[in-house]
Structures are given as C-alpha cells and as structure tokens.
C-alpha cells in the first residue's frame, strides 16, 4: 500500500547484481540463496564482463558480485572491472569472486577497490553473510584465504620476529597499523587521529620499514598474527 506513506517492502531488499558468468550454474546457486533471504533479491545479472556497467546502470543494486577472470596477455582484467564499476557507482559495495582461489586475486582485489572477497567454495549462509557485512560497509574476506594468508606468514617469519618487531612499534605507531591493516585510507586516517596526511604518509611509510614490509596486505597477515585485530573484525 502506498497511500499510507509506507515503503514497499522490495524497495527495503538489499539488491544484488550477479556478474558471474564463467559458471553459470554458481550464478544459479547465488540466485537460489539470496532470494530465499526475506532481505535481499537479485536485481540483475551481466552476462559478460563488457555488460557489468550497464546492467548496473540498469539495475537498482546495493551490491555487486563480481567474478575475477584469469590472467591473460594483458594481465588480470579484474582489476580494471573493479575500477569501472566503482566508477559508474561509487556508492555500490563490490564482493570479488576468484576463478581459481588464487590469494593474489585477493590483494589485487583491495587494491582495485573491492569490499570483499568469496572464493567458490563458499556455502550459502557464508554468501549471504558476506553480503550483510559488506552492505553494513564492513570489509568481507573468505575465512579459507584468511586462514592460508596467516599459515603462510607463520612458516615464512623467523621465529621471534613477529614479537619484536611489534614491540619496536611506538604507541602512534600501532594506531596507525590498525587503521591501515582494515584498509582505511591515508585521508581517513588523517581525520581519525586529527593529523594531516603527511603526517599519516609519513609515519606509515617508517612502519613499513619497521617491519619490512611493502603493502596492507603484509600488515593484514601481520595484525592478525600479532592479534592486533580478529577476523571478525575485517
């Protein structure tokens, strides 16, 4: 009813754009899933890369499942999808699905401007769920690419390492490795702590050399071996 002033209930659906179309049949199962919730629908569906944008534009989506596609002679084109869809709707929230549970689709992923990251073995309620968080404006990550990016680190850090090399880290120091490792900008950041960018440029660039590290994904493992943060938290 919309004389009463109240909103119809579709318009209160979270709306899911589908771009899964190198499997099909997991483009089937991600339908089935969502629309059994009584929160969110599928409003559309690209049928390749090139129709991302203007199913999108076409469509009311509140969320893009976007698959990431193999590297070729140009390198990972998922990159470049990512970047497009963020630009036609900066306000969508982006969930990258891998071709082939690779963990360096997950950092190029972030990078390009993803909101979170499924793999093809994800059950029904952890697609659902990803959806939630993201559309909450929390960062989603697969638990079994979190799990292999953590057993990685600890078989590659010498022992003790870890240990001293968060204790060398000033208090400001770690404020900031909290902020940067959930993916906040050096903007956010700034305005957080009441800094200039600068400032924030400048003390992120002596914690990575601190740690000898070179990009948030390193501070990613790092926090969450260190237990700066859970992976609840992301």
């Known amino acids: 009813m919309r004389g009463n002033g109240q909103v119809p209930l579709r318009s209160m659906k979270l709306g899911v754009l589908l771009a899964v179309f190198d499997f099909p049949m997991l483009s089937v199962g991600y339908r089935t899933a969502i629309d059994a919730e009584m929160d969110m629908q599928v409003v559309g569906e690209a049928e390749s890369r090139e129709t991302i944008v203007p199913a999108l534009e076409r469509s009311s989506a509140d969320v893009v499942i976007a698959e990431c596609l193999p590297y070729g002679t140009q390198g990972c084109s998922s990159f470049q999808t990512i970047e497009a869809i963020r630009a036609a709707k900066p306000s969508v929230r982006i969930l990258a699905l891998d071709c082939r549970c690779g963990t360096e ?114 501070l990613l493992k790092f926090a969450i071996r260190r237990g700066v943060i859970e992976v609840s938290d992301l």
């Open 105 to 218: 689709q997950f950092s190029l992923a972030l990078k390009a401007g993803a909101d979170g990251f499924l793999t093809r073995n994800e059950q029904p309620g952890d697609v659902v769920n990803a959806l939630r968080c993201v559309s909450r404006g929390q960062t989603y990550v697969s638990p079994s690419i979190v799990t292999r990016m953590v057993n990685t680190y600890v078989l590659r850090s010498p022992q003790g390492y870890v240990e001293d090399a968060y204790d060398s880290l000033s208090d400001r120091d770690r404020e900031l490795l909290l902020l940067a490792a959930v993916g906040h900008t050096n903007r956010e950041i700034a305005k957080t702590l009441h800094l200039s960018e600068q400032t924030v440029h400048n003390y992120r660039a002596n914690i990575m050399e601190k740690l000898g590290f070179h990009d948030r994904v390193e």
